[in-house]
Nanobody, 116 residues
Framework: QVQLAESGGGLVQAGDSLRLSCAAS????????MGWFRQAPGKEREFVAA????????YYSQSVKGRFTISRGTAKNTVHLQMNSLKPEDTAVYYC?????????WGQGTQVTVSS
């Protein structure tokens, strides 16, 4: 059974940094597409960043490009999201996502709150 576990959320002030981490378990291989989405109160879940595979391409939404960096961890099936220059509008629950061909898996989410 595939499970994703996020960590690293918290309450910070505008301009601060946070690093989110996600570890996937229940998988034999380690080159899956992994990424991050977020959902703010009253809004739909939106794409933030993705990594095609370790050492592969990375993708960002326009709203975070240049401030957030996605990276793969040294452990198999781990991914990190370094978030710099945080803004109040980055406040949301952040979800880790893993894709295997047509199937998607989600973590339970970690809250990020940025105060002004």
């Amino acid at each position: 059974q595939v499970q994703l576990a996020e960590s690293g959320g918290g309450l910070v002030q505008a301009g601060d940094s946070l690093r989110l981490s996600c570890a996937a378990s229940g998988l034999n291989m380690g080159n899956y597409h992994m990424g991050w989405f977020r959902q703010a109160p009253g809004k739909e879940r939106e794409f933030v960043a993705a990594s095609s595979r370790p050492g592969g391409s990375t993708y960002y939404s326009q709203s975070v490009k240049g401030r957030f960096t996605i990276s793969r961890g040294t452990a198999k099936n781990t991914v990190h999201l370094q978030m710099n220059s945080l803004k109040p509008e980055d406040t949301a629950v952040y979800y880790c996502n893993l894709k295997i061909i047509t199937r998607e898996y989600w973590g339970q989410g970690t809250q990020v709150t940025v105060s002004s």
